[in-house]
């Protein structure tokens, strides 16, 4: 069965600090693992994915994300945190083999604050 | 481009009242998927319509009901409105089964 762990509802970073976001998955079949961003108010935004091939995957804004099978883990990184980077962030991981699932399932989100 | 959109952005309804939320996926795009984003639950999936038809529900009750139309777009019905159905409801498409999916904004339910 697939799951997704999000470690931490809250994460506090300063202007200019790194950003780490934690994703653990469990997946019976080759995961795809996606980032989306949830501003206030607004729908959910794809940041980045990992299907298959470079397991170092660049996305929008900054972010990346290493896909690590023996530690089955997606996290989330930005090298320097700039305020527009606060908002919700969501770990999410198919449900069949290459998506024939169809939807997605996902992680529980961490709210990402960015102090001055 | 248009993107996912959703309709209303806001309602608010009563205990035991129906409500109807309505969802057109990108152009070209095939399947739609309703979550519910409920505070403190995450996103919990509801529906996945493709091709006209319902692929996979996820685990809510009978109540919660939908449909896709010809030209892909789909509504979301919900009979006998619960007090912790309020929620944001979000709509997604996909293109095939890339598993990428893309958002609408949502329909922001209260029941009161």
């Known amino acids: 069965a697939q799951s997704v762990t999000q470690l931490g509802s809250h994460l506090s970073v300063s202007e200019g600090a790194l950003v780490l976001l934690r994703c653990n998955y469990s997946s019976s079949v080759p995961p795809y693992l996606f980032w989306y961003v949830q501003y206030p108010n607004q729908g959910l935004q794809l940041l980045l994915k990992y299907t298959t091939g470079a397991t170092l995957v660049k996305g929008i804004n900054g972010f990346e994300a290493e896909f690590k099978k023996s530690e089955t883990s997606f996290h989330l990184t930005k090298p320097s945190a700039h305020m527009s980077d606060a908002a919700e962030y969501f770990c999410a991981v198919n449900r069949g083999y290459g998506g024939s699932q169809g939807n997605l399932i996902f992680g529980k989100g961490t709210k990402l604050s960015v102090k001055p | 481009e248009a993107g996912v959109t959703q309709s209303p952005t806001h309602l608010i309804k009563t205990r035991g009242q129906q409500v109807t939320l309505r969802c057109s996926p990108i152009s070209g795009h095939t399947s739609v998927y309703w979550y519910q984003q409920a505070l403190g639950l995450g996103l919990q999936f509801l529906l996945w319509?493709?091709?006209?038809?319902?692929?996979n529900r996820g685990n809510f009750p009978p109540r919660f009901s939908g449909r896709q139309f010809p030209n892909y777009s789909s509504e979301l019905n919900v009979n006998a409105l619960e007090l912790e159905d309020s929620a944001l409801y979000l709509c997604a498409s996909s293109a095939g089964y890339t598993g990428e999916l893309f958002f609408g904004e949502g329909s922001r339910l209260t029941v009161l």
């Open positions: 319509y493709d091709e006209g038809e319902e692929r």
